[in-house]
């Protein structure tokens, strides 16, 4: 079992930062070229490219955060209906008051705005919980003057991909619509 825990991880680790970075390196290119050409697109030379650089950096950060929300979503449909190691996630339908749930065999983005609410809220529990173990820690055993001074989206991004492992396990007891069967 934890063999397919830690496959569907990776997998889906590996799609979300794909599509995550992806996505990001693309709003920052278009929003970097929108600002180059609305300035009259000078000429290329070491400044202009330095601030090019440093205008996509800045946009990459910002658009990577959002395009971290937005790749937890999509990245979420793969997990399910995947034989990894004997074992899968199925998503279950919403019985009606006369019939028993089904396993949704076609899973589309609306089937699963439920479960990703609850596996999104899980998320987040699990990464609070991180950040207290990691203040703590950095309180007694670093040298650091301030609270928050090591934080950036990208430690964030590592403690979102750490609580994912652990999220997997825990989303089949959580959530009534996802269910972990032999295959």
């Known amino acids: 079992m934890s063999k397919f825990y830690l496959i569907l991880w990776l997998r889906w680790a590996i799609r979300l930062t794909l599509l995550s970075v992806l996505l990001a390196v693309g709003i920052a290119a278009f929003i ?5 050409i609305n300035q009259g697109a000078k000429s290329l030379d070491t400044q202009v490219y ?3 650089y440093d205008i996509f950096k800045f946009w990459f950060a910002l658009s990577w955060s959002f395009s971290v929300l937005l790749s937890l979503f999509i990245s ?6 995947q034989c990894i190691a004997h074992y899968k996630l199925n998503l279950l339908s919403c019985p009606n008051k006369s019939e028993m749930s089904q396993v949704l065999q076609r899973i589309g983005y609306g089937d699963l705005l439920k479960v990703w609410r609850k596996w999104f809220m899980l998320l987040i529990w699990l990464v609070g919980a991180q950040m207290i173990f990691v203040l703590i820690f950095m309180k007694l ?5 301030t609270l928050f001074e090591w934080f950036n ?6 403690f979102v991909l750490i609580a994912g492992y652990f999220s997997f396990m825990i989303l ?3 959530c009534k619509k996802v269910r972990v069967v032999k295959c």
């Open 32 to 36: 970097t070229l929108f600002i180059y």
């Open 50 to 52: 330095q601030a090019l």
């Open 76 to 81: 979420l449909k793969s997990v399910f209906n």
């Open 141 to 145: 055993f670093s040298s650091y003057t």
């Open 153 to 158: 989206i990208y430690i964030l991004y590592l």
């Open 172 to 174: 089949s007891g959580r």
